[in-house]
């Protein structure tokens, strides 16, 4: 596709219909009664490609239908897993154990309970989306003060993998900091009924584990969160070169409340976020629309994905390359969906209430239009199909990272071009959480979203740029992995980084004996088992491994295992080229 077309497809995109076909539900069933089931996520695909099977979905719609189906469960031994309403999660977090297995679906545990305006707490069910909670929060004056950008999580769901906003301020932008009570029903022995809710608060210390818990202690039905009273903030986005970019970054994290960076190594660019509070009787009611999270056209979708396959078929680097320089800039020029009024963008400052700012994801709103549009990764259609990266590196060693990409990009400079299509490389804030597995420290969220083939063993454009920069992060620097996304590779010896681990585990060990709500993945990523990377022909090139051997990539296309160009110990998949 021509630069000039894909420009009036990105056009078209801005100014897209606010209908939109709302994903499908994950779970699929063979029958009626909600026997023979699958699940995936919501991109549909997992990172080793495999469809997870359980014999029966149930969906408890209150407190004591979930203690019941826990119960009986229980009581036959039988294997469970947590399903949220849309699944967002890339690695394998909802799968039970092989294909006799139980989900259980907060899908209709999605009631707000109480909003108490005096002691500014929330107590919502597990199910209740986070668009819900900051939508209920306001109507009352209260806001959740950090939140992820993407409001189609459950608030059981992002607790359990750690999903967080921006900021170095306060607890910090993990929702689950703000947890200040919750309830969680787990297995429990005959005399118990065979299961019980545990009623845990910020004085009990198992709230640290349960607070990010991967889903591996039962299953959590109500949770409270401290929120703050309804505050306004004021955005503008600035563009820098990228030059001191590493000198910048701790600093510009430390200055404003709410600051993100979107870098563009390969556009030698930088879009700083400069992003704080105002006083409340600040003139605008600006309105954040993420134009990515938006009703994006089917057609244009499926158009954007050819082209990417035609120039990774066809080694178009120069291609990609004034393609991602064309997304970036029209989001760019376009504020990424800011306007001053949710209607249009008529210039800095965006100044709003934080409920319209926060987060959003207009795509999952609307009713049913025949797929005409989607959200743009809709696996119903061919559309977006990628992986994503995600790791935080503790601030001290941020800068040595981003001058290590820099050298990646100077021996490279069409590498990176990829990351220009996807929104760049996100890097937000993050401190230190009393959740045994939450962030350790201080540190920065490095979020890489990238081209995934749909054929396992095709290697990528540049694979190994992408495959040092994922090691340099998670390897090098130490890195901490985000539980709800990455590759396989990226959970090799996580654990061990975690020190208040050996805590987690002997709650885990209280709370479900029997492993119930344990699968092979979940005892492999805890370090219980081994086996969490998996080694075959190919599997480098989709980050199931780190390639040991020329067979973990591609022999065949002209791709073997090679040190990375930067960081020597890392071990990617090269072209001799």
């Known amino acids: 596709m021509s630069n000039i077309a894909f420009r009036s497809t990105i056009v078209f995109l801005l100014f897209s219909a606010v209908l939109s076909t709302p994903p499908e539900d994950p779970i699929k069933c063979a029958t009626s009664e909600n026997t023979t089931c699958t699940i995936t996520n919501s991109y549909g695909a997992f990172p080793d490609r495999s469809i997870c099977k359980a014999a029966q979905v149930l969906y408890p719609t209150t407190e004591q239908e979930l203690v019941s189906v826990v119960a009986s469960a229980t009581r036959n031994k039988t294997k469970m897993k947590v399903a949220t309403r849309f699944s967002h999660s890339i690695p394998k977090l909802v799968c039970p154990e092989g294909e006799n297995g139980l989900l259980i679906s907060t899908k209709y545990l999605n009631k707000i309970l109480k909003v108490d305006v005096e002691t500014r707490t929330m107590t919502v069910e597990s199910g209740v989306t986070l668009q819900q909670l900051i939508n209920e929060a306001a109507k009352v004056g209260l806001a959740l003060p950090y939140a992820p950008y993407w409001w189609g999580l459950t608030i ?9 906003g921006s900021t170095l301020r306060g607890k910090g932008s993990a929702v689950h900091d703000y947890v200040v009570e919750l309830r969680i029903v787990r297995p429990a022995g005959p005399e118990d009924g065979y ?11 198992d709230l640290n584990a349960a607070k990010v818990s991967l889903g591996v202690l039962g299953v959590i039905s109500q949770i409270t969160l401290k929120l703050e009273p309804l505050f306004k903030r004021s955005i503008t986005y600035v563009a820098k070169d990228d030059s001191d970019l590493g000198g910048q970054v701790v600093a510009f994290g430390d200055a404003h409340e709410f600051a993100d960076i979107t870098w563009y190594p390969s556009q030698h660019k930088a879009i700083y976020r400069v992003d704080d509070r105002v006083p409340i009787n600040t003139s605008g009611n600006g309105l954040y629309d993420f134009i990515p999270f938006r009703p994006t056209p089917s057609l244009a979708s499926v ?14 680097a120069n291609g990609k390359c004034i393609v991602a320089s064309t997304a970036s800039n029209t989001l760019i020029t376009a504020a990424y969906g800011l306007t001053n009024n949710g209607i249009i963008f008529a210039g800095y400052p965006i100044i709003g209430f934080q ?14 239009d025949a797929l005409i549009t989607t959200c743009a990764w809709d696996p119903r259609m061919k559309g977006l199909f990628f992986h994503q990266t995600t790791f935080s590196i503790r601030l001290s060693f941020v800068k040595s990272f981003i001058e290590d990409v820099q050298k990646l990009v100077e021996l490279e400079p069409k590498g990176l071009c990829v990351l220009g299509l996807y929104n760049g490389m996100l890097m937000r804030y993050v401190t230190a959480s009393s959740a045994y597995l939450g962030h350790q420290e201080n540190a920065l969220d490095i979020d890489i979203t990238y081209y995934r083939s749909k054929d396992p063993m095709t290697p990528r454009l540049y694979e190994d740029i992408l495959e040092e920069v994922e090691q340099l992060g998670i390897f090098k620097y130490g890195g901490l992995p985000h539980w709800g996304k990455n590759r396989n590779l990226a959970f090799e010896g996580a654990i061990k980084k975690y020190k208040s681990a050996e805590y987690f585990l002997k709650v885990k060990e209280k709370y479900d004996l029997d492993g119930l709500f344990s699968s092979t ?4 990523v805890l370090g219980l088992k081994d086996g969490v990377t998996i080694l075959k022909d190919g599997c480098a090139l989709e980050g199931l491994c780190i390639c040991l051997q020329d067979s973990h990539c591609n022999p065949s296309k002209g791709y073997y295992c090679r040190p990375g160009k930067v960081y020597k110990e890392a071990r990617v998949c090269t072209n001799l080229k």
Do not use: K
């Open 195 to 205: 299961a019980m809710v545990e009623n845990l608060n910020e004085q009990h210390e």
């Open 355 to 368: 409920n319209r700012l926060q987060s959003s994801g207009s795509c999952l709103d609307s009713l049913q």
């Open 303 to 316: 158009f954007i994905r050819t082209t990417e396959e035609i120039q990774e078929s066809t080694n178009d």
């Open 521 to 524: 993945w979940t005892d492999q």
């Open 156 to 164: 059981g769901g992002l607790m359990g993998t750690g999903a967080h």
